[in-house]
């Protein structure tokens, strides 16, 4: 009796694992969603907005929720410290963004609400960032004031770094832009 009392608490659990991480997936799935689907029905307006890209410095709005801005632009062979530090790999060279975000809203704005960032060159080819390479370059800058995991509350303007790698001969050539929940800023 005592040791099927103990597989039922082992698998009463794993139940209880097993449900919390489907959870967590049904949450991370409709955030990106979310998200995702502001960027598709933008995408037909992208091309309205490609002829009209914001340039790095403006403020605009995205989603009604939040102003943002792309700050700076740096073209790097390496970012970070002495301590932590990434190279770019072979033909390769490393982008790195500075950018802000304010909320705008009379709500907090989750994780997976706040605006996402793309590198997109004009071929419409989409790049992620390097998060290797985006936290040495936080280091460097002394830029952390980013919410990863918590929400940004209303009125509120954070920082955020993002770093991206491509290939150096293809930056070097055409343009290039940031895409933010859709909106794009050329930055090359």
Request: hydrophobic share 35%; aromatic share 6%; with cysteine.
């Amino acid at each position: 009796m005592k040791k099927i009392f103990k597989i039922g608490c082992l698998g009463f659990i794993i139940l209880i694992a097993l449900i919390a991480l489907i959870v967590v997936i049904a949450v991370v799935a409709s955030g990106g969603d979310d998200s995702g689907s502001g960027s598709g029905s933008s995408s037909n307006s992208s091309k309205s907005e490609e002829q009209k890209a914001h340039k790095v410095g403006d403020t605009f709005t995205v989603d009604d929720k939040a102003e943002v801005s792309v700050t700076k632009v740096e073209e790097r062979e390496q970012v970070g410290n002495q301590y932590a530090n990434k190279k770019a790999s072979e033909g390769g060279t490393l982008v790195a963004i500075q950018w802000t975000v304010k909320n705008i809203s009379d709500k907090p704005l989750g994780a997976f609400s706040t605006p996402t960032i793309n590198l997109i060159d004009e071929k419409g080819t989409k790049y992620d960032a390097d998060i290797d390479a985006t936290s040495n370059y936080a280091v460097e800058t002394n830029i952390d004031d980013s919410k990863i995991a918590s929400d940004l509350n209303p009125g509120i303007k954070v920082t955020d770094v993002d770093v991206f790698e491509v290939s150096k001969d293809s930056y070097a050539k055409g343009k290039w832009y940031i895409e933010i929940n859709g909106s794009k800023v050329q930055i090359k």
